[in-house]
């Protein structure tokens, strides 16, 4: 590891008389073991396999171990995308990871991948935009890239809601699983190529509807807290499913604009897979169709920063994106956050 004063102070990049392009060079995923399925689920609240289905389209979910942490699970997708990538972890600039349940408050889940993965070059922070985290850490990667600041970034989003889930409440235990995903991301010169345009939007307003009370400043753990279950998570599930409808069909108009691209231009579309219904309101609010729309939410439920990167992975892997083909993502989370990006792959 780099110790403070053991690297040559080096002059600033010269600025790019052009930004450069931000291309995907590779991606891993990587998910727990365990899984938990609407069967089990059966046995610990009162709630059927046939609700769960028919109102969010889940079936499992993954749930991490005990003593298994978010880094734990994230090394491995982060050593699956840098494969891929053929890049070394010395030659990592930076580490992005958007996450609100890492290892612990402080230090950030990404100090303790770059130590995990050797990067000793790469500064290093966490990124906290609920669900919309991986997004938000993109689209602050492709700023350092386009800049000239950084030449390669690790994008990284990892979360376990498990640890943060109140098992006995029916109305939010269902819906959350634990999972990793990870983007390598490199300067190219060619413009027109890799990230096209980013959207980012957040409405502070409506952090009532999803939020853990405890375990910061505002109420730090005492006994009282941890006996109250205010250290899971608090939803107001009807609230932020009509926002998450207006919010993503909000992200990919901008996406549109920015990039002065048409829906049929879009050859895959990657939405947060936080509940089937509000993808399909989705994307028939927006009449795009549903073939050209990636879910994989039957196998994972919302996992929240993990969940469009798992899925874009999985997409990569399986095919569906061809050298060319321009994708979507959008998401939407606490904060309230929202946002997306345009990829040209
Ligand atoms: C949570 C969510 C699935 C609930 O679905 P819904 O159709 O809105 O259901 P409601 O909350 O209106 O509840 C309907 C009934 O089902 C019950 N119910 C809630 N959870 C249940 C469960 N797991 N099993 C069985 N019944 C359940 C409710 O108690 C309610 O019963 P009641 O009518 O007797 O009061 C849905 O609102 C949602 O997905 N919201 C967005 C959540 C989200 O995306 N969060 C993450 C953001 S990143």
Redesign the pocket.
């Known amino acids: 590891m780099t110790k403070p004063g053991t690297r040559e102070p080096q002059p600033a990049p010269p600025w790019p008389a052009q930004p450069f392009s931000t291309v995907i060079v590779g991606t891993g995923a990587q998910v727990p073991e365990r899984i938990l399925t609407n069967a089990d689920?059966e046995k610990m609240?009162?709630?059927?396999d046939q609700?769960?289905v028919e109102?969010?389209g889940m079936k499992e979910r993954r749930i991490s171990a005990p003593g298994e942490a978010a880094s734990d699970i994230a090394v491995k997708a982060c050593e699956k995308a840098l494969a891929e990538a053929r890049v070394k972890p010395a030659d990592i600039d930076l580490i992005i990871v958007g996450t609100v349940t890492g290892d612990m408050l402080f230090p950030s889940t990404a100090c303790i991948l770059q130590q995990k993965l050797g990067a000793q070059r790469a500064a290093a922070f966490d990124v906290s935009a609920?669900?919309t985290g991986f997004i938000y850490a993109l689209s602050i990667a492709r700023q350092f890239i386009a800049t000239g600041v950084c030449r390669t970034v690790l994008v990284v989003g990892v979360e376990m809601l498990s640890k943060i889930t109140d098992w006995t409440d029916?109305?939010?235990?269902?819906?959350f699983g634990d999972g990793a995903g990870a983007a390598v991301l490199k300067a190219d010169a060619q413009p027109a190529t890799g990230i096209l345009a980013t959207y980012l939007a957040a409405d502070g307003t409506g952090g009532e509807h999803?939020y853990m009370p405890a375990g910061g400043s505002r109420l730090p753990a005492t006994v009282e807290t941890v006996q109250q279950h205010q250290h899971t998570c608090k939803?107001n599930?009807?609230a932020?499913?009509k926002v998450?409808v207006r919010a993503m069909a909000d992200a990919v108009k901008h996406l549109l604009r920015q990039a002065d691209l048409k829906l049929e231009d879009i050859k895959l579309l990657i939405p947060?897979q936080?509940?089937l219904?509000?993808i399909e309101a989705t994307t028939r609010l927006l009449k795009f169709p549903s073939e050209r729309v990636f879910i994989n939410i039957h196998k994972y439920g919302?996992t929240?920063s993990a969940s469009t990167i798992i899925a874009l992975d999985e997409a990569r892997k399986a095919g569906l994106i061809r050298p060319g083909d321009v994708v979507m993502i959008v998401?939407?989370?606490?904060g309230l956050t929202w946002g997306g990006v345009v990829i040209r792959f």
Request: glycine fraction near 8%; hydrophobic fraction near 45%; include cysteine.
């Open positions: 689920l609240v009162d709630t059927s609700w769960i109102r969010t609920g669900c029916r109305s939010t235990c269902v819906l999803l939803m599930g009807n932020i499913f998450a947060h936080a509940n219904r509000i919302n929240s998401a939407f989370g606490a």
